[in-house]
């Protein structure tokens, strides 16, 4: 096949999961996406800005459980644009921060496939906003490394823990399960009990974070259920800065699925996703949307995860929303 005969694919990055943290540009691919491959760790709720009947391909990576292997990603990917004009790949994140963004890239380049990249919010940046501090700050850290706590073939490998030591932040991906190793590691090289912060679920209505210093963090962890809940650890000086107002929101928050109109119920779950409510268009209103069963089944097996869940149309909302909820 030659460059014309395949569509072009986006390499997209989603953000951390709110559905406002979308670059324009994703939200307007993902409009016109004619097919979409999906990470496990992004928000159902980004890909309802679809066409309802786009097919979505969950590619699901799943950390610490069986995984599809990359090769056989890329090899989706590229039967994708085979058959399709617009392909969007939606990875969590920054699509450029581990996001093996160039084992996918490589797979396109040899079958001459064109190609972009989208750059999305990385995971780092959601979680000290949500903290209401920074990664680096002019006098307390002047350097910020973006490291990873998991290893190709789960290798027992150091973090690159130099530019802690020499007082920048730093912020370690995919850190959780190594993370008692990991800070064995740093007190073999220093005796400064460093504060850190380890936000779950950054941006998200289910976020959640977890400080302390590395003396005793473990110990913290252990006071909640964190297993498979992406988090994101920031160590170093600046999570003595650490402002986590929004811990307020009440433990028990009810999930809205909403029905309507698309674009109308749409509006309504960014506001209330920033209001802390997890939320997603009824994917089973079937009078004048008709979804692909793999966006319906999709969005269907993430509502079924959710407690607490309340049906709504965005009539509720007419009036005033503060009213409603
Ligand atoms: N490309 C992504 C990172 C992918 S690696 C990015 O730029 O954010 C997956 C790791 O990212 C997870 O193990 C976790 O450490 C982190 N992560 C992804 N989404 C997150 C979120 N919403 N909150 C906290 N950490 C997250």
Known sequence: MSV?????????????????????????????????????????LILQYAKPNVEVID????????????????????????????VVRLKGGDPAIFGR??????????????????????????????????LTMRT????????????KDSEENEVDISNLINGGTLAIYMGIKRLGKIIDQIKQYTD?????????NASCFNEFVVTGYLSN????????????KPGICIIGDVGEYVDYSRQTWPEHRPFYVISGEQQEALEICEYLYDKG????????????????PSQRTYYQNFINDQQDVIYISTSHFKQSIEQCI
């Open 217 to 228: 963090i473990i110990q913290r962890l252990e006071q909640h259920h964190v297993e498979a």
């Open 101 to 134: 963004v160039q084992e996918e890239i490589d797979a396109l380049n040899e079958h001459d496939i064109q190609f972009e990249i989208v750059p999305g919010v990385t995971s780092a940046s959601a979680a000290v906003a949500t903290m209401n501090t920074g």
């Open 277 to 292: 409510f997890g939320c997603m268009v009824n994917p089973n209103q079937a009078k004048h949307i008709d979804y692909h």
């Open 4 to 44: 014309t005969d395949y569509g072009k694919v986006y390499l997209i990055g989603a953000g951390p999961g709110n559905p406002n943290y979308l670059t324009k540009k994703a939200e307007r691919l993902i409009q016109r996406a004619d097919i979409i491959l999906v990470d496990r760790l992004v928000n159902p």
């Open 192 to 200: 400064i009990n460093y504060p850190i912060a380890i936000v779950f």
């Open 59 to 86: 590619v699901g990576k799943k950390p610490y459980a069986k995984h599809i292997q990359q090769q056989n990603i890329n090899e989706q990917i590229i039967e994708a644009a085979r058959h399709h004009q617009l």
């Open 140 to 151: 307390i850290a002047k350097s910020v490394t973006f490291s990873t706590g998991h290893f």
